[in-house]
């Protein structure tokens, strides 16, 4: 464990403190505004689909795992206790663990598969392990997907709820 642990690049200790930050903020609560919501799940899709690239068999469960990913993210995030900002394009979100959860898993997930990638790569070839890395790569990006979703929902309807539309 030591060794995997020393053997680990310092960035990748960066992207875990990010991730940290990122999940403690949300126990905290906050603000999300369309934008904001769309950025995480662009860059966690762009970034697996990017480790994905030179697997075409890993491609199919990676979209149904991120389908049944966010079709799971949709229904852990709730708006409840959510408001519209005074400027009524920001949602004011309550605290919730779930993020800093599911942050830690795609994390885990990520470092997992990049240990293996690195100690055993005739392992990560096999068509069973890439249907396995595609599977749970998409399941767990799907999860922020979804929030993004529900949450995008949420602001939609808040909006509507206060005579504004979107543009």
């Known amino acids: 464990m030591l ?3 020393q053997g680990t690049p310092v960035w990748v200790y960066a992207i875990y403190l990010w991730i940290c930050y990122y999940g403690i903020k949300a126990c905290l609560g906050g603000r ?3 934008r904001s919501l769309m950025i995480l799940p662009v860059v966690l899709v762009v970034w697996s689909a990017m480790s994905l690239a030179p697997s075409v068999l890993a491609t199919g469960p990676w979209v149904g795992g991120t389908i049944m990913g966010s079709l799971l993210g949709m229904l852990l ?7 519209l900002d005074a400027d009524g394009d920001t949602l004011v979100l309550p605290g919730t663990w779930k993020t800093l959860l599911i942050s830690q898993l795609f994390f885990a997930v990520k470092y997992y598969f990049g240990y293996q990638q690195a100690v ?3 392992l990560l070839s096999t068509p069973s392990m890439l ?3 595609g ?3 998409g399941f767990t ?3 922020f997907c979804g929030r993004a979703v529900r ?4 602001l939609a309807a808040l909006r509507r709820d206060e005579g504004r539309v979107l543009p």
């Open 3 to 5: 060794d995997m642990l």
């Open 151 to 154: 949450l995008h929902r949420a």
């Open 120 to 122: 055993h790569p005739l």
């Open 135 to 137: 599977g749970v790569s």
């Open 131 to 133: 249907t396995v890395v």
């Open 32 to 34: 999300e505004n369309r």
């Open 141 to 143: 990006v799907g999860l």
């Open 77 to 83: 995030f709730n708006a409840d206790g959510a408001r």
